[in-house]
């Protein structure tokens, strides 16, 4: 079975510049995760669907990041306009869905490191 | 803000045991102890969870205080690839909230 994807891995962009991030998660998880890490900071939470609907997006740090899961099956991260402060890794994770599922185990993608020069 | 206190690195020789303690005395009656790790370049990966019972599985074994407010995670035969950053998060088991990661614990495997 395949983990979660996430594309592309590296990414690098002039600020004002507008990137957007993809994420597949485990086939048949209706919920799914944005997270990232920073430079030097602690790895946050920046929203969770479950299947195409925002169940929380209380981490997204601004009106510049819009999150979509068109379906509820992959899910898109856009930066518009991307700011220097944006650049680190952004992490993509996905579980069964809370009912059918024995633990809120999360199994995470490899992330995506972004840069903004 | 993480719930979770933990030592900001740890070594341990290779084939001995890891232990990796967490404090969380805040922790409420409905909320689990969670590990991850996060080894160099990858994701976050789980390892193990728990209520108040000890637990074990292939990877780990979890040790939980009876009064819940401290846990201690090892790891009974540590290897060069356990190297990585040790997360302990308390988390409800239902509704798949989110998880919030705290410093964690860098744990390095001396050969």
């Known amino acids: 079975e395949a983990g979660v994807t996430q594309f592309p891995s590296h990414s690098v962009i002039e600020k004002g510049q507008t990137v957007t991030l993809r994420c597949d998660p485990i086939?048949?998880?209706?919920?799914l995760y944005w997270y990232r890490r920073v430079m030097g900071k602690e790895i946050k939470f920046l929203l969770h669907?479950?299947?195409?609907?925002?169940?929380?997006e209380s981490g997204m740090p601004n009106n510049r990041f819009l999150a979509e899961r068109t379906g509820g099956t992959y899910s898109t991260l856009k930066v518009q306009p991307a700011e220097l402060e944006d650049s680190g890794v952004y992490f993509c994770?996905?579980?069964?869905?809370?009912?059918?599922?024995?633990?809120?185990?999360?199994?995470f993608g490899p992330g995506t490191r972004l840069t903004v020069l | 803000d993480a719930k979770t206190t933990q030592p900001p690195s740890m070594d341990c020789a290779e084939g001995r045991a890891a232990n990796l303690p967490c404090n969380h005395s805040?922790?409420?009656?409905?909320?689990?102890v969670y590990w991850y790790r996060q080894i160099h370049s990858q994701g976050p990966q789980y390892i193990i969870h728990?209520?108040?019972n000890n637990e074990t599985n292939e990877m780990a074994s979890l040790i939980i205080t009876e009064d819940r407010k401290s846990s201690t995670l090892i790891l009974p035969h540590a290897t060069l690839r356990d190297t990585a950053v040790y997360y302990c998060?308390?988390?409800?088991?239902?509704?798949?909230?989110?998880?919030?990661f705290g410093t964690g614990t860098r744990l390095t495997i001396i050969p």
């Open positions: 994770a996905s579980s069964q869905d809370y009912g059918t599922s024995t633990h809120n185990e999360q199994f």
């Open positions: 086939s048949g998880h209706d919920n």
């Open positions: 669907f479950v299947k195409e609907s925002k169940q929380d």
């Open positions: 805040t922790i409420s009656g409905n909320e689990y």
């Open positions: 728990g209520l108040k």
């Open positions: 998060i308390v988390s409800s088991h239902f509704g798949n909230e989110k998880l919030t």
